[in-house]
């Protein structure tokens, strides 16, 4: 008696449980006695936050969040704004206008040290509070609610939820904010301020008073590691180009005068806050936002550090780990003799193709193709390209294509027979900006792009069959005797079998056999071209063979008594002799040496077919 409860769909064992939350709650019970650090007071609000609040957050950038402890407790973000606002100011004016105001050196100095350089006043960096009154400086608006809109409305994007104003927290800030006054009125005497410093300083208190939570933090960080979009609203905060600048002065600038050790141990762009924000960067992949307000001699959160170093060490966080090998993105490689497009070749064809194979070579690429992965790819090609007429690129399972590639591959392009692209329709950048270089080389032509491997190792097998001036398939109908199934039947026998089939003919586009169909009789093509094709989900369609005259379809369902597995459409004017089942039981009795014939030229192209199959899919898997 089958065990009802299993086949009941209701759940058969306890929810495992988050092995990271597991993680994530142990790494938080044991820095929770952590003692260390003092609650700043330097700004009076800041001195009510308690010391025992202390929260972790990880953001996946495809929108997994793991959290544990204090994560919805609100603070104030502090200078964890600055790389926000610099942003900010990078869109606005440009990254120029942006370095001519303020360096990205690490100055090694503390966050409110007045490092200017001594000819310009520059700022060093835009970390430092001088560097982030210049960026605040910079931000566009009519005024300065207007200024502050954007920021917080910018905020709000990284943090996929409205952020407001802590106007507490703002109030004693601006009113005991003196030292960044003084900042401020140096900038503006070295012109890195152009405006009244008021204005520039009003906007830096408030941008550090905007209300945050630590996961906000992780999901803001998750959203720079995922080149600017929320992974969970899926909306763009910053242009994808400028996340390398915000993260490149955080790594070098982000932990001020603990910068270098930063590197070293954790080694992820980074930010603090006064107020006990940590928010970490793993570029591609996650977003870390820590928070406790106890800060270290440096003004960065002593429990926020140590859960930091804890993770990157735990989990090989550490962003100039040498990854793999770039090689492995080269999921596989193989010739046409080992793969062959949907496309029935005659066994004069299928020769010729199994002979001239190795002049295609197909290079299935996954992952990210930065530069490494690129160089590696047409080194393969350029050292193989002396026996080569083709190269198929397939792009299916790349996830992105680094622009480094265009360059690469558009020279490839021009300087070799024949590059074919499969499934960049998944990249449309990328194909945008490769037929933009090939026109501009006068070479718009050379860009061949298919929606599918299979028509790209048709358009391959096609070119090698050209170039071996196999005379064209004749295009009127062959004679049933010419036909495969009726190989090694006698002139009568063909005859026979004639007078017991019916000729048909189907037009262009007609639907010869539908899938789910009963089987009443089988095929042999004689005129024209027919394809075999299954519906895939989303209404898509795959072809699972194209047959030209002389092959047969149907048979399979006659022989097993089966259901049609699949579509026969005429691809264009199709003539065929049908073989009805009953015909074909009662060839038993009436002629049963035709009926062997046929059964052994049957089992003959399922061989074929079966043969051809497993070494495709050994050569695939492989
Ligand atoms: O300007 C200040 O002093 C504060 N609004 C921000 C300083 C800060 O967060 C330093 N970070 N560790």
């Known amino acids: 008696m089958l065990n009802q409860r299993l086949v009941s769909g209701d759940p058969i064992a306890e929810r495992v449980r988050c092995p990271i939350g597991a993680y994530l709650e142990r790494l938080h019970r044991k820095h929770a006695g952590e003692s260390g650090g003092e609650v700043a007071t330097y700004i009076p609000e800041l001195a009510k936050a308690n010391p025992d609040w202390f929260g972790i957050c990880i953001a996946t950038t495809d929108g997994k969040i793991y959290e544990v402890g204090d994560t919805r407790q609100g603070f104030t973000i502090q200078s964890i704004s600055k790389p926000f606002?610099?942003?900010?100011?990078?869109?606005?004016?440009?990254?120029?206008?942006?370095?001519?105001?303020?360096?990205?050196?690490?100055?090694?100095d503390a966050f409110n040290s007045i490092s200017l350089a001594p000819q310009t006043g520059r700022p060093l960096n835009p970390m430092i509070n001088a560097g982030a009154i210049a960026a605040a400086s910079l931000v566009a608006g009519h005024s300065a609610e207007d200024r502050f809109h954007r920021v917080l409305s910018v905020f709000s994007l990284y943090a996929g939820r409205a952020l407001e104003l802590d106007t507490a927290v703002f109030e004693s800030e601006s009113d005991t904010g003196h030292r960044n006054r003084a900042i401020g009125h140096m900038l503006r005497n070295f012109d890195i301020v152009t405006g009244p410093p008021e204005v520039s300083l009003d906007l830096y208190f408030r941008q550090c008073s905007i209300s945050v939570d630590c996961r906000d933090l992780s999901l803001m960080a998750a959203t720079l590691a995922n080149g600017g979009v929320n992974p969970l609203t899926g909306e763009r905060a910053v242009r994808h180009e400028l996340v390398e600048s915000v993260l490149s002065v955080m790594t070098?600038?982000?932990?001020?005068?603990?910068?270098?050790?930063?590197?070293?141990?954790?080694?992820?762009?980074a930010k603090s806050g006064v107020a006990g924000g940590v928010l970490a960067v793993l570029p591609g992949q996650l977003g870390i936002g820590v928070f406790s307000p106890p800060l270290d001699a440096r003004g960065n959160s002593v429990r926020g550090v140590a859960v930091c170093k804890e993770l990157s060490r735990e989990f090989n966080l550490h962003c100039l780990r040498v990854p793999r090998s770039a090689r492995s993105a080269v999921r596989a490689e193989y010739s046409?003799?080992?793969?062959?497009?949907?496309?029935?070749?005659t066994e004069r064809e299928r020769g010729l193709l199994d002979t001239l194979g190795e002049?295609?070579?197909?290079?299935?690429?996954?992952?990210?193709?930065?530069f490494a992965v690129i160089e590696a790819v047409v080194r393969r090609i350029v050292d193989a390209s002396s026996q080569l007429h083709c190269a198929i690129l397939d792009l299916q399972r790349v996830t992105d294509i680094d622009d480094s590639a265009v360059t690469i591959l558009a020279e490839l392009v021009l300087g070799f027979g024949a590059i074919l692209f499969v499934d960049a329709g998944n990249h449309p950048r990328f194909l945008r900006r490769l037929e933009e270089r090939l026109a501009a080389a006068q070479h718009h032509e050379r860009l061949r792009v298919f929606r599918d491997r299979d028509a790209a190792l048709e358009w391959c097998e096609n070119q090698l069959l050209a170039r071996a001036e196999l005379e064209p398939r004749p295009t009127d109908p062959i004679a049933l005797a010419d036909h495969g199934l009726c190989r090694g039947l006698s002139p009568e026998s063909v005859a026979a079998l004639e007078s017991m089939l019916t000729r048909e003919t189907f037009a262009a586009g007609e639907l010869i056999i539908r899938r789910g169909e009963a089987a009443d009789r089988m095929y042999l093509l004689v005129g024209g071209e027919v394809s075999v094709i299954v519906p895939l989900p989303a209404g898509r369609l795959m072809r699972l063979s194209t047959l030209s005259p002389g092959m047969a379809f149907g048979e399979l369902a006659v022989i097993d008594r089966g259901r049609r597995t699949a579509d026969v459409r005429a691809d264009g004017r199709v003539e065929c002799y049908a073989l009805s089942t009953e015909v074909f039981d009662r060839l038993a009795e009436t002629h049963p040496a035709i009926k062997m014939q046929l059964l052994q030229n049957l089992l003959r192209n399922v061989s074929q077919m079966l043969t051809r199959l497993n070494h495709e899919v050994t050569t695939l898997v492989m």
Do not use: F, H, N
Request: hydrophobic share 40%; proline share 3%.
């Open 252 to 269: 070098t600038c982000g932990m001020y005068d603990y910068a270098g050790e930063w590197v070293y141990w954790v080694g992820l762009p």
């Open 85 to 108: 606002v610099y942003g900010l100011a990078l869109e606005d004016v440009g990254r120029d206008a942006v370095l001519a105001k303020i360096g990205v050196e690490p100055t090694g």
């Open 336 to 345: 046409l003799t080992a793969v062959s497009s949907k496309r029935r070749r």
């Open 359 to 370: 002049q295609v070579r197909i290079y299935d690429l996954q992952g990210d193709l930065v």
